[in-house]
């Protein structure tokens, strides 16, 4: 080892070795095949780079990037080391030229994409080289099971074979579950090999969760006191990239964008102006990251919740590289989890892996969810066991009591009981909140005991915290889009045993009552005042202020929350309910979390007018939008609708007629449309039957 540490001092310059680092490369110095998950930044390269100097022979790279490729190699020749890669940007008489050197051993690394070993003459050429070492970097991308699987690297397996004489084989990852782990393992051949995991806690990360926040405002907030740091913002769709870049942009912030719909040229310079510090700020999609080594990045903000915690600590990881305090914000917002289920949905992947990709989803909705500390929850997950909180994340810094809701966890878990484990958060939190959801009534919920049992939450707070109680192990959710709740034996011996449960109460449910949200407010006015001249009526005669106050402080989410609020009787809600709703919708997702314009320009017509609709549109709305008649929206709703999404029928139908076609169903079956429509009066459409008709079929 000493001829390491040497070469660690005149090569690179490093007085010593990280954490890990040192065990890696004796490993591999003694020959046995190796797999080292260390977090991004964490110094793998030199883990692989010091080997190849001390072995005889030139040492393969297989890197997954081709602009990554040529910094590390213009690196390397920096630190006086003899390196060169092959790729698909040099000509064919290139390739064999840079082969005949590394013959000659005129290199000590060569790097390649895994791409050129689908080429049989590129083969060959490898099999006439001395490889005393293979390095994999990014090795999770052989997984099917990793968060970016390449078919690519599945051709490293062949390599292996066919080399006359078999290499040291090492394997690089910032992100491998134990399981990922063994498959790399397992698809390497890597029989026996040495596996390391060194240091996933990023000591000086501190890592929030922000629940309910709004985001822009937030954002706003953050970039003022934080004027001379430079960071990096994630959103989750290309729009809302450009969306939070012109907000920016527009309040004067030196700040680039990148995502994959801009130009190769584009992208290049933005990334280039955030690393010289041009722009201070970047606001990119998931695309971007990927061999930035800027080593000042003070803050990682995600805008939305991305796909699953390897995605996500891999770009926090992309922060504070240079082992100074920073921070990672995760502004979260309950949409974030449609979004990243309709990227699922919309995906090309095979049915076992939508499977995979929704737990890893669930596992990251319970990051958010989560009240005790956050590092811990990601050490756990990748398998490294933690006994004691960071101290450093914004729940280990919650100073709030953990108060015992002993009471209100065995309400939810005995509704879940009583329910016979059949239904999702949002049915059970109905239930318990004593809805008169006609789906609740159909089903015959409200015969419960368990019925209305927290009618002093909002459905909303019911539901959150049932995320919670999902999140710290007491009960569980099936895979898949729409999960179902069940309980797990915590929650059994919660039930059973009279265990307590203590929570720190989530920032939602602990806002004061009184607390009006003044945009918000302001906003409600408006709407009211015009509804008021559309109707030519005193504003007040619509609803009282101490209604639209109590409205932008609890912010109904459906009828029967709104139906809660002073002042709105049924007769109201008939009659200004969706409007209000629609307005209380926009604001709590400030922003929509539309999906990329490219993207829906493939998506069926149909799931267009969808999206629009679950972003709080009104038919009419999307009809004018889309220029197509108010029909046509409706049938793609309903379209929609028989495809499994999710869609209020209720919004949609007039309610007075669903009994009266219910009745005509009785009498004349539900097989044919026509005898119906001319059973029924006129007024009542072809549409309205087929969605009363679907109503009555479809179970959640
Ligand atoms: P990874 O591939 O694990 O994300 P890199 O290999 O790119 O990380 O290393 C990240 C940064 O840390 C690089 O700038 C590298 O030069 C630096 N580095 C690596 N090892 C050491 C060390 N022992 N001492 C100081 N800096 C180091
Ligand atoms: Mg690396």
């Given at each position: 080892m000493e001829k390491a540490r040497q070469v660690l001092k005149t090569h690179f310059g490093?007085?010593?070795?990280?954490?890990?680092?040192?065990?890696?490369?004796?490993?591999?110095?003694?020959?046995?095949?190796?797999?080292?998950?260390?977090?991004?930044?964490?110094?793998?390269?030199?883990?692989?780079?010091?080997?190849?100097?001390?072995?005889?022979?030139?040492?393969?790279?297989?890197?997954?990037?081709?602009?990554?490729?040529?910094?590390?190699?213009?690196?390397l020749t920096n630190h006086g080391i003899a390196a060169t890669y092959i790729n698909s940007s040099l000509q064919e008489e290139e390739v064999r030229d840079r082969i005949e050197q590394a013959k000659m051993g005129s290199y000590k690394l060569l790097y390649i994409a895994p791409e050129r070993l689908e080429s049989e003459r590129?083969?060959?050429?490898?099999?006439?080289?001395?490889?005393?070492?293979?390095?994999?970097?990014?090795?999770?991308c052989i997984s099917q099971w990793g968060h970016d699987f390449r078919p690519s690297y599945r051709h490293i397996s062949a390599l292996l074979t066919r080399l006359p004489s078999r290499p040291v084989i090492t394997a690089f990852t910032a992100t491998a579950t134990n399981e990922v782990a063994a498959d790399i393992a397992n698809l390497l051949n890597m029989t026996e090999a040495n596996q390391f995991k060194a240091g996933f806690a990023r000591e000086n990360l501190s890592l929030h969760v922000l629940r309910g926040e709004n985001k822009m405002k937030f954002l706003l907030d953050y970039l003022?006191?934080?004027?001379?740091?430079?960071?990096?913002?994630?959103?989750?769709?290309?729009?809302?990239?450009?969306?939070?870049?012109?907000?920016?942009?527009?309040?004067?912030?030196?700040?680039?964008?990148y995502h994959a719909g801009l130009s190769a040229d584009e992208r290049q310079r933005s990334q280039e102006r955030f690393i010289y510090e041009e722009d201070q700020v970047i606001v990119a999609s998931?695309?971007?990251?990927?061999?930035?080594?800027?080593?000042?990045?003070?803050?990682?903000?995600?805008?939305?919740?991305?796909?699953?915690?390897?995605?996500?600590?891999?770009?926090?990881?992309?922060?504070g590289r240079d082992g100074e305090p920073s921070e990672c914000l995760l502004l979260f917002g309950p949409k974030d989890i449609q979004t990243q289920k309709f990227l699922i949905e919309q995906s090309q992947?095979?049915?076992?892996?939508?499977?995979?990709?929704?737990?890893?989803?669930?596992?990251?909705?319970?990051?958010?969810?989560k009240t005790e500390c956050l590092q811990s929850h990601i050490l756990d997950y990748f398998g490294e066991s933690s006994d004691k909180g960071c101290g450093n994340c914004s729940n280990c810094k919650d100073n709030r009591e953990r108060v015992d809701i002993t009471i209100d966890a065995q309400k939810i878990f005995s509704c879940i009981v009583r329910v016979k484990e059949r239904f999702g958060i949002s049915m059970i939190a109905q239930v318990l909140k004593g809805s008169k959801n006609k789906k609740v009534l159909q089903f015959q919920l409200d015969q419960l005991p368990t019925y209305g049992l927290l009618k002093n939450y909002t459905e909303k707070e019911i539901s959150q915290l049932i995320h919670v109680l999902v999140a710290e192990n007491y009960l569980m959710l099936t895979q898949g889009q729409f999960p179902v709740v069940k309980l797990l034996?915590?929650?059994?011996?919660?039930?059973?045993?009279g265990e307590k449960v203590l929570q720190k109460v989530q920032p939602q449910s602990t806002r004061s009552a009184t607390e009006v949200d003044r945009p918000l407010f302001n906003a409600l006015r408006k709407l009211r005042k015009e509804l008021a001249q559309q109707e030519n009526i005193p504003p007040?005669?619509?609803?009282?202020?101490?209604?639209?106050?109590?409205?932008?402080?609890?912010?109904?989410?459906?009828?029967?929350s709104m139906l809660n609020v002073k002042g709105v009787g049924e007769a109201k809600f008939k009659k200004y309910g969706v409007h209000f709703l629609q307005l209380l919708q926009q604001f709590t997702d400030h922003t929509t979390d539309e999906v990329d314009v490219q993207q829906k320009k493939e998506r069926a017509s149909h799931l267009i007018s969808f999206d629009l609709f679950i972003n709080g549109r009104t038919v009419e709305a999307i009809a004018d939008e889309r220029n197509i008649a108010v029909t046509t929206v409706k049938e793609h709703l309903l379209k929609s609708a028989l495809e499994g999404e999710k869609v209020d029928l209720d919004a949609l139908i007039e309610t007075k007629y669903e009994a009266q076609i219910l009745e005509k169903v009785a009498e004349l079956g539900a097989e044919r449309l026509k005898p119906l429509k001319e059973a029924l009066p006129d007024e009542i459409d072809y549409f309205t039957i087929k969605a009363v008709l679907y109503k009555r079929e479809s179970v959640q």
């Open positions: 490093y007085p010593a070795f990280r954490q890990g680092q040192e065990e890696v490369i004796a490993s591999i110095n003694a020959g046995v095949d190796t797999l080292a998950i260390m977090p991004t930044g964490g110094g793998k390269s030199i883990c692989y780079q010091i080997p190849a100097l001390l072995a005889d022979g030139v040492t393969l790279v297989i890197s997954p990037l081709i602009s990554l490729m040529k910094d590390q190699v213009d690196a590129f083969m060959r050429l490898l099999q006439t080289l001395p490889i005393p070492i293979i390095a994999i970097d990014e090795a999770h003022q006191k934080n004027e001379n740091d430079g960071g990096i913002i994630y959103a989750a769709t290309r729009k809302e990239v450009d969306q939070v870049y012109q907000l920016l942009k527009d309040k004067g912030y030196s700040v680039g964008r998931n695309a971007f990251g990927m061999g930035i080594d800027k080593s000042n990045v003070r803050y990682v903000i995600h805008y939305n919740m991305p796909k699953n915690i390897e995605a996500y600590y891999q770009e926090v990881g992309r922060a992947l095979e049915e076992s892996r939508k499977q995979k990709e929704y737990e890893k989803l669930q596992a990251m909705i319970d990051y958010c969810y034996p915590r929650a059994i011996a919660v039930l059973k045993h007040y005669i619509i609803f009282a202020d101490s209604t639209l106050n109590e409205m932008s402080v609890k912010r109904p989410t459906d009828e029967s």
